[in-house]
């Protein structure tokens, strides 16, 4: 039972355009969301996140906006560039409006491939 | 200031072999996670330790143990290797294991069970 999911395996766009990465979730109790981005042969890395009492978060070129209602976010990246190239994966965890503690246990979605032409 | 290191980067078992992989963190964080990483299926929590002397099942605990050996260290151990455990395993930690606190990954393993 796949509680977070990202159906698109790939996306492939130009240098300079926007990238859109899709997220859908199961689970109403999640109540924080997060991107990392992996590149290849290393760990995955924190990008950004938002708390259920948001819609949106932006830092610098990247944007995540949360669909409570559709169980749905999505990670905007503009303007692309070739070093976005990379596997990102959204992630899940619950417990924070639960007085903010829980043990930081996150669901990950499958990842999608993401990679910007020059 | 090395962040998450893990050994060995690479490890090839024969089915029924037992081995140990190594974690260890230097920003002196109470929190640490085993993650394994398949194809398809993004990472699963093997096992987490939310501060130096506690353990915790995950999502996908069965054929792993784990030691949190002191604060900076975290291991997972497989008895008995099983092809099914042909994976990339990640280790990870936090400041404090809360819900919003970043979690920082080490380099990973890649392991195959033959």
């Known amino acids: 039972d796949q509680q977070v999911k990202q159906n698109s395996p790939s996306l492939s766009v130009q240098e300079g355009r926007i990238s859109i990465l899709n997220c859908d979730y199961t689970?109403?109790?999640?109540?924080?969301f997060l991107w990392y981005k992996k590149y290849p042969a290393e760990g995955p890395t924190f990008l950004i996140s938002?708390?259920?009492?948001?819609d949106k978060n932006e830092d610098g070129r990247f944007t995540v906006f949360l669909n409570k209602s559709a169980k749905h976010l999505s990670l905007h990246i503009v303007p692309s560039q070739p070093g976005d190239s990379a596997v990102y994966f959204c992630?899940?965890?619950?417990?924070?409006?639960?007085?903010?503690?829980?043990?930081?246990?996150?669901?990950f979605g499958q990842g999608t491939i993401l990679t910007v032409h020059p | 200031n090395a962040g998450v290191t893990q050994t060995p980067k690479f490890q090839v078992l024969k089915t029924g072999q037992s081995m140990t992989l190594q974690c260890a963190q230097d920003m002196n964080h109470n929190s640490m996670y085993w993650y394994r990483q398949d194809p398809g299926m993004g990472l699963r929590l093997i096992y987490y330790?939310?501060?130096?002397?506690?353990?915790d099942k995950g999502e996908v605990p069965n054929g792993y143990n784990v030691s949190r050996l002191n604060k900076r260290e975290f291991s997972l151990r497989l008895e008995s290797a099983a092809p099914s455990q042909t994976s990339v395993y990640f280790c990870?930690?936090?400041?404090?294991?809360?819900?919003?606190?970043?979690?920082?990954f080490g380099p990973g393993t890649r392991l195959t069970v033959l």
């Open positions: 330790s939310a501060s130096e002397g506690t353990t």
């Open positions: 992630a899940a965890s619950y417990g924070l409006n639960a007085g903010g503690t829980s043990y930081g246990k996150l669901t």
């Open positions: 689970n109403s109790m999640f109540d924080y």
């Open positions: 938002i708390s259920s009492i948001k």
């Open positions: 990870a930690s936090s400041r404090t294991g809360t819900a919003t606190d970043t979690q920082y």
